[in-house]
């Protein structure tokens, strides 16, 4: 248990579906990310919150969309995607201070397209 | 840019022998350094981190880790590796000021353990 927490753990969409995943944290923290991981690939960070405000997009696809109605909650809506973006998206927060930030990760959500 | 090399991409031990796993990062600014685990399937654990202080940082699962400004390393260890510890390694920087956002991976070390 790492205080951060996904749903679902798998999912399967068509190109054409609409789906969104789910992240909580039960940390306390102010910060919370989107991160994606391909096969072969470096961690990529997509999307950062900071007091609920994204404060980082690193030039992802407008067919993902975030959403963060609080900071204990965040989303990420899932709409028209292509099949490369099949890959294991992981939600993770921290709490932003100046002497040091440490980012803890939830378990993933496996996303296929297809 | 910042950058973080893991030269090796799988590495495979005997179970009880030890083991240094290699990360090495690039910038001149003090640094704050982590390790995780994956394990198949899952997130990524946080096994240890080092922010600032003793430059020999302990870890869970009996890990730790050695920051080496001179030779710009966070070199990853343990003295007997379990069949349990077979999963994949990342090694992780961000700087000082930079944001928690400014987090950059490594590829990662994939370790297999040999019965």
């Known amino acids: 248990e790492t205080g951060v927490t996904q749903t679902p753990r798998h999912l399967v969409m068509g190109m054409t579906n609409k789906k969104s995943l789910k992240c909580e944290q039960h940390?306390?923290?102010?910060?919370m990310y989107w991160y994606k991981q391909s096969a072969k690939k470096p961690l990529e960070l997509m999307f950062v919150?900071?007091?609920?405000?994204?404060?980082e997009n690193n030039s992802v696809p407008s067919r993902f969309s975030p959403e963060c109605p609080n900071s204990s909650h965040l989303f990420l809506h899932l709409h028209t995607l292509q099949p490369e973006d099949s890959a294991l998206y992981l939600c993770?927060?921290?709490?932003?201070?100046?002497?040091?930030?440490?980012?803890?990760f939830g378990e993933g959500s496996w996303l296929t397209v297809v | 840019a910042q950058s973080v090399t893991q030269p090796d991409i799988h590495i495979t031990v005997s179970e009880g022998a030890s083991l240094e796993l290699r990360c090495n990062y690039s910038?001149?600014?003090?640094?704050?350094l982590f390790w995780y685990v994956q394990s198949p399937g899952q997130g990524l654990q946080l096994l240890l981190k080092?922010?600032?202080?003793?430059?020999l940082v302990q870890g869970i699962k009996g890990f730790e880790a050695e920051f080496k400004r001179s030779q710009s390393s966070f070199n990853l260890r343990k003295p007997s590796v379990h069949w349990s510890d077979a999963a994949e390694y990342f090694c992780?920087?961000?700087?000082?000021?930079?944001?928690?956002?400014?987090?950059?991976f490594g590829k990662g070390t994939k370790l297999s353990v040999i019965p």
């Open positions: 993770a927060s921290s709490q932003d201070s100046p002497g040091g930030n440490t980012i803890y």
């Open positions: 940390l306390g923290h102010n910060a």
């Open positions: 080092y922010f600032s202080g003793d430059t």
């Open positions: 910038y001149g600014a003090t640094p704050y």
């Open positions: 992780a920087v961000s700087y000082s000021g930079a944001g928690s956002y400014q987090l950059t």
């Open positions: 919150y900071n007091f609920k405000e994204q404060t």
